[in-house]
Structures are given as C-alpha cells and as structure tokens.
C-alpha cells in the first residue's frame, strides 16, 4: 500500500482555528485501504504534537489539530502507517494549509510479508 495524499485545511470557530488534515492510503493497484494505523506530527509554531488515527472504509482518515492560539503556521506529516500483514518501506509525507504536500523522501510503500 502507499500513501497517496495528505491534505491540510483550515477550521475557524468562535474558540479560534483547528488544523484538519485528510490521509489517504491506496494498494499498489490504487484500491483504498482501510484500518491502516495512520502515526502523525502536527507541527504548530514550532512544537509537535503526535497524532494516531485509523483509516475508514474508505481509506481515508481526518485528524485535528488542537486549537492554534494566535493563528500562527502550522503543518501535519505523515510518520507511519501500519496494518498486520504489511510492511512499512519509505518515509512520510508533509503538507500545510494551502501549499502542496512536501514528501520526506521516497514514497511511503508497503508489501505483503
């Protein structure tokens, strides 16, 4: 499987902005997959904050940043991704509001053991 995208949005409220970040996991044949464990790190002015999630059925997963005091730049990179039955070959993927996604290296690609 690989990680074909991660994208960062925006959410303003009343309590002040939240960073959202979508990852989408596929097979090497391009069909999603679903309960890969997804590891992250929401970088926000300057700190880290990790993240874990598991993809849906639809190989998608959204995870949320914490309120971002004062609005300052953030971003979300992909760590890990684990499923039983796969194993993890490359690196993560970075991406911020509004700017394309930032690889760390190779694509992040798994096979069957």
């Known amino acids: 499987m690989r990680l074909?995208?991660?994208t960062v949005s925006t959410i303003t409220s009343s309590k002040g902005?939240?960073?959202s970040a979508v990852v989408t996991v596929a097979?090497?044949?391009g069909n999603r997959v679903a309960s890969v464990?997804?590891?992250?790190?929401?970088?926000?002015?300057?700190?880290?904050?990790a993240a874990t999630a598991k993809t849906g059925g639809t190989g998608s997963v959204t995870i949320k940043s914490?309120?971002?005091?004062?609005?300052?730049g953030f971003q979300f990179c992909v760590t890990a991704l684990s499923r039983?039955?796969?194993?993890?070959?490359?690196?993560g993927l970075c991406a911020a509001p509004g700017?394309?996604?930032?690889?760390?290296?190779?694509v992040l690609r798994t096979r069957l053991v």
């Open 4 to 6: 074909i995208s991660v």
């Open 17 to 19: 902005v939240t960073g």
């Open 27 to 29: 097979d090497d044949l």
């Open 37 to 49: 464990n997804v590891d992250g790190v929401w970088t926000i002015s300057g700190r880290t904050y």
């Open 66 to 72: 914490a309120t971002i005091l004062g609005g300052t």
């Open 84 to 91: 039983p039955g796969y194993q993890l070959d490359g690196s």
């Open 99 to 106: 700017a394309p996604a930032l690889r760390n290296g190779p």
